[in-house]
């Protein structure tokens, strides 16, 4: 599958990061966005979203403060109708290694093929068109704020991946369904973090 292609699906993303770290022993975040599709915000904000849900590189520390950055620039950019995304170069050249991305990829290969079997296109006028593209990124950006705070509170940031990744998959898919879940999922999201800082 080419790199201008659109991705569809998880496993469609997974095999493209895999193949994109064969034969390096990193792999930097603008090989990975390159091969995903960086002008596509669906794309990335469902990779995003993976990194921070994986186990091996999401509980990183820094990881999810690093990830919260790109969502950031990339839903602000969004908003203001930019039509290329500009990352600066230090978070570009940010690199994982090989084998811990190989790995991460195997253990997320089942579940992702689960999801993929039950996301199809539906209820689209929820999240395809520009006011819910914008309400996406506005969920983003909130999400986004609150994930250096959840590098303090256990399993919130794998929490917050996975609405990244509920948002970027709904985006691809043409999901709505996917999209209501993802928005509860940040409910809850905003929910834990308030009661871990000030329960």
């Given at each position: 599958m080419?790199?201008?292609?659109?991705?569809e699906?998880?496993?469609?993303?997974?095999?493209?990061?895999v193949?994109?770290?064969?034969?390096?022993?990193?792999?930097?975040?603008?090989?990975?966005?390159?091969?995903i599709?960086?002008?596509s915000?669906?794309?990335?904000?469902l990779?995003v979203?993976?990194?921070?849900?994986?186990?091996l590189?999401?509980?990183?520390?820094?990881?999810?403060?690093l990830?919260?950055?790109?969502?950031?620039?990339?839903?602000?950019?969004?908003?203001?109708?930019r039509?290329?995304?500009?990352?600066?170069n230090?978070?570009?050249?940010?690199s994982?290694?090989?084998?811990?991305?190989?790995?991460?990829v195997?253990?997320?290969?089942?579940?992702?093929?689960f999801?993929?079997?039950?996301?199809?296109?539906?209820l689209?006028?929820?999240?395809?068109?520009?006011?819910?593209?914008?309400?996406v990124?506005?969920?983003?950006?909130?999400?986004?704020?609150?994930m250096?705070?959840?590098?303090?509170?256990?399993?919130s940031?794998n929490l917050?991946g996975?609405?990244?990744?509920?948002f970027?998959?709904?985006?691809?898919?043409?999901?709505?369904?996917?999209?209501?879940?993802?928005?509860?999922?940040?409910?809850?999201?905003?929910?834990?973090?308030?009661?871990?800082?000030?329960?």
């Amino acid at each position: 599958m080419d790199a201008k292609t659109e991705v569809e699906n998880l496993e469609q993303v997974m095999d493209r990061v895999v193949k994109t770290a064969e034969g390096h022993n990193a792999v930097t975040l603008d090989l990975i966005l390159s091969a995903i599709g960086q002008r596509s915000y669906g794309p990335v904000l469902l990779l995003v979203g993976l990194i921070v849900l994986a186990p091996l590189i999401g509980d990183i520390p820094g990881v999810p403060t690093l990830c919260a950055i790109i969502v950031l620039l990339f839903s602000v950019q969004l908003m203001l109708q930019r039509e290329h995304f500009w990352l600066p170069n230090w978070l570009l050249n940010r690199s994982v290694k090989t084998s811990s991305l190989i790995k991460a990829v195997k253990l997320s290969r089942k579940p992702a093929r689960f999801v993929d079997r039950l996301v199809k296109p539906r209820l689209i006028f929820l999240i395809r068109g520009f006011i819910p593209t914008r309400c996406v990124a506005l969920c983003s950006i909130f999400i986004a704020l609150m994930m250096p705070l959840m590098e303090f509170i256990p399993f919130s940031a794998n929490l917050a991946g996975g609405v990244l990744t509920c948002f970027g998959l709904a985006l691809i898919a043409r999901d709505g369904v996917l999209a209501v879940l993802a928005f509860s999922l940040m409910l809850a999201s905003a929910s834990l973090v308030f009661y871990g800082i000030w329960g």
